[in-house]
């Protein structure tokens, strides 16, 4: 991070420029940071509505020792597979998170989304997620069910008969197409509003172009989503091994 952390003091200036309704690159420019550093504290502390700068500075504080305290362990005694850089995949993970937030997702559903996502075997159970996320059963349990509900994981059962959260090659297509059928969905009660207020009225045109635009959207959509699927099942030329020398 550019100039380095974000001090207390910035992070009330931050919640102060929230709460004036200032866009992040305007809070950014007053700092003197990026407007990237600026979006990634919000987002990954409440978003705009519940940023609160004490708070967001103790949760810092939070990760900083978490992240010193993992170190030394993984370091010495299990060191990450395919010779990752702790700090490198941690900080990778509050991005991705940052992003799955600004798209709509609670934070802790998005950390559990990251999860899924960045685990080699791109399924978990219940109870590695809290170990690994430090989050208890019943957050694990709310995140998992919105998910699902999105299309966006599936639950299997594992040799041992426990269940599993899985993300698979799969998953990214299907959710996608239930996306466009819904948005067609959109399409579909727009046009019902032309009967209803009258062909040709002003109310009514906007419905019927606010139709084709979605139309046109839902169907290039599914379409681009047929044409793309097989790079989901892409492998890579030369895989890693599953450990280093």
Do not use: W
Request: glycine letters at 6%; charged letters at 30%.
């Amino acid at each position: 991070m550019p100039g380095g952390r974000l001090s207390q003091s910035e992070r009330q200036q931050i919640a102060v420029g929230l709460a004036d309704g200032l866009a992040y690159a305007e809070i950014a420019r007053r700092l003197e940071r990026p407007t990237s550093t600026i979006t990634r504290e919000v987002m990954r502390n409440g978003g705009p509505t519940a940023y609160r700068a004490e708070i967001a500075h103790r949760s810092t504080e939070h990760r900083a020792r978490r992240r010193k305290k993992a170190a030394p362990r993984d370091a010495g005694t299990a060191a990450l597979p395919h010779g990752r850089d702790l700090e490198a995949v941690q900080d990778y993970e509050e991005e991705f998170t940052t992003v799955f937030m600004a798209s709509g997702l609670p934070r802790m559903t998005a950390r559990v989304m990251v999860c899924l996502y960045t685990t080699d075997s791109g399924s978990v159970t219940a109870a590695e997620l809290v170990e690994r996320l430090e989050i208890s059963p019943a957050t694990v349990s709310k995140a998992i069910a919105f998910l699902e509900s999105q299309g966006l994981v599936r639950r299997e059962r594992d040799e041992r008969r426990r269940e599993r959260y899985c993300v698979d090659d799969e998953v990214m297509y299907q959710s996608t197409i239930a996306s466009a059928r819904a948005t067609a969905r959109v399409a579909d009660v727009a046009r019902q509003g032309v009967t209803v207020l009258g062909p040709g009225t002003p109310a009514a045109t906007r419905l019927e172009n606010i139709a084709r635009f979605v139309d046109f959207i839902s169907e290039s959509t599914l379409r681009a989503a047929e044409q793309a699927r097989e790079v989901l099942h892409t492998k890579p030329a030369n895989p890693a091994q599953d450990s280093v020398s």
